[in-house]
C-alpha cells in the first residue's frame, strides 16, 4: 500500500497558481492510479481529478476543467496537480489518493473507485480575492 505526502499549498490570490505534488513511498507506484480530492469548510470530500496508472488517461470534475492538470513522474514516484487561474471557490485542503483501477475503465469513473483509497494527510490551498 502507497504512503502518500502532499506539498505545495498556500495562499494565493485569486487568478494565480500553484502545484501540489503528491509523493508516494512504495514500490509498487506504477500500479497504482491517483487522483486528487478536496474538502472545504462543512463539506464533503470532492472529487477533482484522476490519472491512470500509465498516465495516458486523465479526468476532471467539470468545474476544474481547462484549469487544473494531473500528472505523475513515476521516476520520481510523484503525482502533481497543476492548478491555474484559481477562483476563491478552489480554497480547500487538497488530498492525494492512490487506488487500483482496472485498465479498461472508462475515465469518467475513475472518481468511483478511491472509496478505499490509501490517503496523504492533505495540504490546505487557500485562495484569496
Known amino acids: 500500500q502507497e504512503q502518500l505526502v502532499e506539498s505545495g499549498g498556500g495562499l494565493v490570490q485569486v487568478g494565480g497558481s500553484l502545484r501540489l505534488s503528491c509523493a508516494a513511498s512504495?514500490?509498487?507506484?506504477?500500479?497504482?492510479?491517483f487522483g486528487w480530492f478536496r474538502q472545504a469548510p462543512g463539506k464533503e470530500r470532492q472529487y477533482v481529478a484522476a490519472i491512470n496508472w500509465n498516465g495516458e488517461y486523465t479526468d476532471y470534475e467539470d468545474s476544474v476543467k481547462g484549469r487544473f492538470t494531473i500528472s505523475r513522474d513515476d521516476a520520481k514516484n510523484t503525482v502533481y496537480l497543476q492548478m491555474n487561474s484559481l477562483k476563491t471557490e478552489d480554497t480547500a485542503v487538497y488530498y492525494c489518493?492512490?487506488?487500483?483501477?482496472?485498465?479498461?475503465?472508462?475515465?469518467?469513473?475513475?472518481?468511483?473507485?478511491?472509496?478505499?483509497?490509501?490517503w496523504g494527510q492533505g495540504t490546505q490551498v487557500t485562495v484569496s480575492s
Open positions: 489518493g492512490a487506488a487500483l483501477i482496472p485498465h479498461a475503465t472508462f475515465a469518467a469513473y475513475y472518481s468511483e473507485y478511491f472509496d478505499d483509497a490509501s
Open positions: 512504495g514500490r509498487t507506484f506504477s500500479r497504482y492510479a
